[in-house]
């Protein structure tokens, strides 16, 4: 069992251009959260998924975002044509009952 | 709409001293509060979590004091450490749909050596 990995763990990239950031979850969780935190702040839920399916999505999840987890296993989260205000950690998080998430290390994302 | 309100923003304790952290939450659906540390740079960590059945949770130096009727609860670090400098954030979730927690703003916390 090696943890929630994340990568890339850091990302800097130009406003307008798009950028994926992939999760792999413990092994065996069917559980994976999508979560953003800005500087000062705690985390906020974009998105879940139970196995493959996208159950529920956060208001905050402009449809410049879009999610996948395909076959259940690996997620990853795309972001197009990035603006300043989507500087960020993107965290994710697995879970295999719901109560106990276990989060990865995040990606930290700098729009320039 | 803020459902978990944490206090304080930054507290200092001297090493060995009690640090104490509150949480105050709205929604009455919530059934689960765990507590996550973070260090610059990393992923939240769960530390210790409660749920509503007890009021009262501890796990080595670290306790959990909840109060159903007054919708709060705290974490209490007993002979605080300058490794558990760090920043704290409370949480709770709801047993039902995606069971996506919502957290407090956080509480940076400093031990004095």
């Known amino acids: 069992d090696t943890g929630v990995s994340q990568d890339p763990r850091h990302k800097i990239t130009k406003r307008g251009q798009n950028v994926t950031f992939r999760c792999d979850p413990i092994s065996e969780h069917n559980r994976l959260y999508w979560y953003r935190q800005t500087l000062g702040q705690g985390p906020e839920f974009l998105t879940y998924?139970?196995?493959?399916?996208?159950?529920?999505k956060s208001r905050l999840l402009s449809d410049r975002f879009s999610a996948e987890r395909p076959k259940g296993s690996f997620s990853t989260l795309e972001i197009q044509r990035t603006e300043q205000g989507d500087s960020a950690m993107y965290l994710c998080?697995?879970?295999?009952?719901?109560?106990?998430?276990?989060f990865g290390p995040g990606t930290r994302l700098t729009v320039t | 709409q803020q459902q978990v309100k944490q206090s304080p923003q930054s507290l200092i304790v001297q090493k060995g001293g009690i640090s104490i952290i509150n949480c105050a939450y709205e929604?009455?659906?919530?059934?689960?509060f765990p507590w996550y540390q973070q260090f610059p740079g990393k992923g939240p960590a769960l530390l210790i979590a409660i749920r509503p059945d007890v009021s009262e949770k501890k796990e080595g130096r670290f306790t959990i004091s909840f109060n159903k009727s007054a919708k709060q609860f705290s974490l209490h670090i007993m002979d605080s450490q300058p490794g558990d400098s760090a920043t704290y954030f409370c949480?709770?979730?709801?047993?039902?749909?995606?069971?996506?927690?919502?957290f407090g703003q956080g509480t940076r916390l400093t031990i004095n050596p």
């Open positions: 929604n009455t659906a919530f059934d689960y």
């Open positions: 998924f139970q196995n493959e399916a996208q159950l529920e």
């Open positions: 998080a697995s879970s295999n009952s719901g109560d106990e998430q276990y």
């Open positions: 949480a709770a979730s709801a047993h039902q749909g995606a069971q996506k927690l919502v």
